[in-house]
């Protein structure tokens, strides 16, 4: 069944406590004009609380896993990068993000009586996964986790073994 694209909020969408920013004809404004206590979450690649050069780019897991990071520390270096997984780490990560903020949205609308917008984006999840090496502070030991394809963890109770059959 083939339905033809919806271009406007229609009134019967009133009822509505979340609507996703990337429908047709969402906006904050006209929300507010439809349902004053509607949540309006926004979910993107590269947003975040502030505009910046890549805020209206599209991307998906691999493209946010290379801008965070993510792949070089796996692959050892920047010059030998490796995807993590292969489920989508960094949209399984924002994702579970993205419905905490519209439950954090939904809390705070209970709380207050006003309505929220809902942000979160793929990077915003890249970002959170990589906050453990992002700061430094006197006395911190080095970054120096083990990385790359041959690292097997960090000490004997956070590591793999290598069995017969396979890892452990």
Known sequence: IRRPPRTTLSSSSAASDVYKRQELGVTPANIKNLNPRAI????????GPNPGPRSDF??????????????????????????????GTIDVVS??????????ALFYRERTGSAAVSRSSLASGGSALQTPFMYDYPGRSAFNEPSGRAALGEHAFYRWYRCSDGFI
């Not at 290379?66 to 030998?80: E, H, K, L, P």
């Not at 490796?82 to 489920?87: D, F, K, M, Q």
């Open 58 to 87: 599209i991307g998906y897991d691999d493209l946010l896993q290379a801008s965070t990071g993510i792949m070089s520390r796996f692959g050892g270096s920047i010059n030998t990068p490796e995807e993590h997984a292969h489920l």
């Open 95 to 104: 994702g579970v993000q993205g419905a905490a903020s519209v439950a954090m």
């Open 40 to 47: 309006l979450s926004h979910f993107d690649a590269y947003g």
